[in-house]
């Protein structure tokens, strides 16, 4: 049978049922120090004097240092190859004169316990001499905004993305839609927040790492030229990790400052994040304002989109440079067809966190932008939403389609697909006509409930490359080390049922090893859906070129020709033996030769063996890179019911559909598992969550209690309809990626369906839409004479 | 903060005697003192749950209590459900039922749950959902996880 396509149980379930998985903060090491961050309270200030003096008296601290007493490089750009103009408003590691943000790190305590290490970071006494903060991005960069550097301007960058001529589409439109929407501040909160222990090996001259995760092998380049030592002489442990969704893993100050005072101590460091310094340290996201506009004919079909963004970037440009609004702008277009396109993003430094990625970067903005577009066209227009997007959607005949923008360093190209025939069987399969007559047989009897779509495309498998190996040892056992990490997406599962359908053995027991840089010298990582893309193509391939050596070596061991064998089973056996025993017969042929040779015997025969003329050299194993131009695009439809409580203003979502082309499930279970997942994390965003801040650039929304995640009350039942359709030619499993379309039109979704329980199709055109927000947009709707 | 106190503490039928701190929490005394790692600390004021351990059969937030709290009481963690070669009724229903993804929040919703299907053995729908809702998942969406409960709970897990 195949594993590929199968829903294999979980082989990352029984350690993590158990307890028995490994955590960062799992590890302890000898003679263990802890290292406790001293923050900025304060959002925009010079420093002034520093007293350690007071932590450093304490009982079992044993170093404080601040910005002054380290000479370290700042958290470097890990995405563009070219940083060029963003080096001035990079991150460094401790405050250097000046701090930027409510949570910058100032200063750093290390005791022989947490406890005794916050103590001791209490006794830090700075002087803060506070500045007027930049608040957003817009008034970021108007005149007489607070600078947050010198000689920079807060504009960072104007990121633009077009093609055609969209002036004169606008100029020659039948209808021009505009509108001003806005995506709210929003953070990914895993529940397991981050941690990291390094331990330094005075005599090696060598680190150890624990808590690395999602790109292990850059934090590791940077962590190596930081130390000056070889990035060989730096090992980042496989961790389990409590999820990632864009934000953990990524390069932080914390990660240097572990490693350097591990050596500088000669003890190993360890630091565990809790969970308020977690909202006010790890990236941010979203944060943008889009005022969009669309041309439309007289028909109702789509002529241009232009669309001018203000991305609040935070305080610093990290590892992600610009990645969020290049992306943004690049997919803003989404599965559409038009003659022309032009956005503006205006890219601006605030005194918040610093911003990065989060799940569906730059699309879920977007896809609210346009989709919010579309719902306000359709209504101008007069145009049923559904009908309005048909029209528009590029055909399959279209397709593939040089979109004539660039993202991520590769050109967009939108490989086959069928969407509107996905648009069409979302439709069908989810009942939406249903929902919304029963959404209006709801409104006639006095309730508010509506019913709304979006239409996405993602984007997955970002090369360049990655690098896998299969080994196969004398017990059979197969062993199979990535570049990409396990982030609790079931990666490890996934790549296992790649490994046993070409050797022919069970997923368990297929081990993987995901971002140990210790069993792989090489790798990239685990983020933008690339994991099972790129990665899994790369393990494809190591198997593949294992089973052909082990073929190889069978044909000697087996005295037979290539064509006469066959791998299955976990063994290579004679086919004319193989018939004889599905004949009923005995499988074993009778004379010196055996029938068949199992992969562990295999692996036996060639151990530590150089070629000799007759067997291949071993060990058994391979080890292959799949590399990739293009990124491949899967898309989806999202599909909301909800209701709206007239006298609290709060949204209840009823029912949810998520229809999403993957080309190829590898396993429909964890498919279906991030699809589920995504989309109540975007429920979240659409409903729920903001980072706030008071208008002193004072963090709002720094515990759980203030930024409220989605618990199993606000989550709906969400049905899915995952396609296999148009698998990508861009990699041999044929898979899309799986691991945004979740979330990437919930926002979007969920505005379309409260906007029609308004009976507003063009509002909310804001995320999140709070009890608050609705409330003043029923008084709006109802009181046309009031003020508001 | 030197004043360490003497407790005893059983943690899954096992006796430990330990000197902590007053102000050191349950949770870092489980994870950090006698190795009990499953229970998992996520936000350290209560909300997510993570940290969940029955304490004389009861749910009780680790993060929340003092380990000195938990002096001469009986804990059940994560480890005491089963083993990877093992699993327990309600573990071997999380797996079928794709109820974790990551696994950091699923020690917390174990023991939570456990606790819940020995008072109630026999849930309504509705009851799994309200009990469900006390703890945080980032990854499932939950519906994996209220799945795994109803089929524990049919299963005969509570009982």
């Known amino acids: 049978m195949s594993y590929v396509g199968s829903r294999v149980g979980r082989l990352e379930d029984p350690r993590l049922l158990t307890g028995t998985g490994h955590f960062a903060d799992d590890e302890d090491r000898p003679g263990q120090l802890w290292m406790r961050v001293v923050r900025s309270p304060v959002a925009h200030a010079t420093l002034g004097a520093v007293d350690i003096s007071g932590a450093l008296a304490l009982d079992g601290v044993r170093a404080v240092l601040t910005g002054a007493d380290v000479s370290l490089p700042p958290i470097p750009v890990r995405v563009s190859p070219d940083p060029g103009d963003l080096l001035g408003y990079l991150q460094p590691v401790l405050a250097q004169g000046r701090v930027r943000y409510v949570g910058e790190p100032v200063a750093v305590v290390v005791a022989d316990d947490p406890y005794q290490a916050e103590d001791g970071a209490d006794l830090v006494a700075i002087d803060y001499a506070e500045l007027a903060p930049a608040r957003d991005a817009r008034t970021a960069c108007g005149p007489g905004a607070p600078q947050l550097f010198h000689r920079l301007p807060n504009e960072v960058a104007l990121v633009t993305a077009s093609f055609g001529d969209a002036a004169a589409a606008f100029r020659d439109a039948a209808h021009v839609v505009e509108l001003d929407v806005a995506i709210g501040r929003q953070t990914a909160v895993p529940i397991e927040p981050r941690s990291l222990l390094a331990e330094w090996d005075e005599a090696r001259q060598s680190l150890d790492v624990w808590g690395a995760t999602k790109v292990p092998h850059f934090n590791r380049r940077v962590i190596a030229g930081v130390l000056g030592i070889p990035p060989a002489q730096v090992r980042m442990h496989r961790c389990d990790a409590g999820g990632g969704f864009g934000v953990r893993g990524e390069l932080y100050p914390e990660d240097i400052l572990v490693a350097y005072l591990a050596r500088l101590l000669g003890r190993p460091v360890k630091w565990t994040e809790d969970r308020a310094e977690h909202m006010v340290a790890v990236n941010h996201s979203r944060d943008q304002a889009h005022r969009i506009a669309g041309a439309f004919d007289s028909g109702g079909r789509l002529l241009a989109i232009r669309d001018e963004i203000w991305h609040d970037n935070g305080a610093y440009i990290r590892t992600h440079g610009l990645t969020v609004p290049e992306l943004t702008v690049s997919m803003l277009p989404g599965p559409y067809r038009m003659t022309s396109f032009e956005a503006t993003a205006h890219v601006a430094v605030t005194n918040k966190t610093p911003c990065g990625t989060y799940r569906a970067p730059g699309r879920y903005e977007g896809t609210f932008a346009r989709e919010r577009l579309l719902d306000t066209a359709a209504s101008v227009l007069g145009i049923d939403p559904v009908e309005l997007r048909r029209r528009n959607l590029l055909g399959p005949g279209e397709l593939p389609h040089d979109r004539q923008l660039r993202a991520l360093g590769t050109d967009v190209v939108l490989d086959e697909g069928d969407y509107p025939g996905l648009l069409e069987r979302a439709v069908t399969e989810s009942g939406y006509l249903s929902w919304a007559r029963e959404a209006r047989a709801c409104r006639s009897a006095g309730r508010l409930v509506g019913t709304g779509l979006a239409v996405f495309l993602e984007k997955s498998g970002l090369g360049p490359y990655e690098v896998a190996e299969v080994q196969v040892d004398p017990a059979g056992r197969v062993q199979v080390t990535v570049g990409g990490t396990s982030l609790g997406q079931g990666i490890e599962t996934v790549l296992a049922q790649i490994a046993a359908d070409v050797l022919g053995v069970c997923p368990d027991s297929v081990s993987v090893i995901a971002g140990d840089t210790g069993m792989l010298g090489d790798g990239v990582g685990s983020w933008a859906s690339r994991s099972t893309v790129v990665g899994g193509s790369a393990v494809l391939r190591a198997a593949e070129a294992t089973g052909a050596l082990a073929r190889q070596a069978a044909a000697v061991l087996l005295g037979a020709g290539d064509a006469e064998l066959r791998l299955a089973g976990g063994r290579v056996t004679l086919i004319s033996a193989a018939q004889a025993g599905s004949q009923g017969q005995p499988g074993e042929r009778a004379g010196p030769l055996a029938a068949s040779v199992t992969l562990g015997e295999i692996a036996a025969a060639l151990a530590g063996r150089p070629a000799d003329g007759e067997l291949p050299p071993g060990p058994l194993g391979a080890r292959r890179e799949f590399s990739v131009d293009h990124m491949t695009y899967p898309y989806g439809v999202h599909l909301a019911q909800v209701e709206i409580d007239r006298g609290t203003g709060a949204v209840r979502v009823l029912r949810y559909f998520v229809a999403y082309e993957v080309g190829r499930a590898i396993n429909p279970a964890t498919v279906d598992g991030q699809l589920v997942g995504g989309a109540i994390q975007g429920i979240g965003g659409a409903l729920f969550e903001e980072v706030a801040y008071s208008p002193e650039g004072q963090p709002l929304t720094a515990s759980l209690i203030d930024y409220l995640l989605p618990s199993a009350h606000e989550a709906p039942e969400v049905a899915t309809l995952v396609t296999e359709d148009y698998p990508s030619g861009s990699n041999p499993l044929g898979a899309k990626g799986a691991g945004e379309g979740g979330i990437t039109a919930a926002g979007a979704a969920v505005a379309s369906a409260v906007g029609d329980a308004l009976g507003t199709p063009s509002v909310p055109t804001r995320l999140p839409i709070t009890p608050e927000r609705v409330c003043q947009l029923i008084e709006a709707s109802s009181g046309a004479t009031g003020s508001a | ?159």
């Not at chain 2, 209590?65 to 480890?79: H, I, K, L, W, Y």
């Not at chain 2, 327990?88 to 023991?111: R, S």
């Open chain 2, 1 to 159: 903060m030197t004043d360490a106190q003497s407790i005893r503490i059983t943690v899954n039928g096992t006796e430990h005697e330990l000197a902590v701190e007053p102000r050191r929490t349950l949770a870092d005394v489980l994870r950090h003192d006698l190795a009990y790692t499953g229970t998992h600390v996520g936000c350290e004021h209560g909300i997510c749950g993570a940290c969940t351990v029955l304490v004389d059969g009861l749910p009780a937030r680790s993060c929340l209590m003092f380990g000195v709290q938990a002096d001469g009481r009986s804990v059940e963690t994560v480890e005491a459900l089963g083993t990877p070669d093992a699993l327990g009724p309600l573990q071997q229903a999380f797996t079928d039922h794709h109820g974790l993804q990551c696994g950091f929040c699923t020690p917390g919703f174990l023991m939570l749950v456990t606790a819940f299907l020995r008072e109630t053995p026999s849930p309504t729908d509705e009851e799994i959902r309200e009990v469900v809702a006390s703890n945080l998942c980032r990854c499932t969406g939950y519906q994996g996880i209220l799945r795994a409960v109803r089929a524990a709970a049919d299963a005969g897990a509570g009982s």
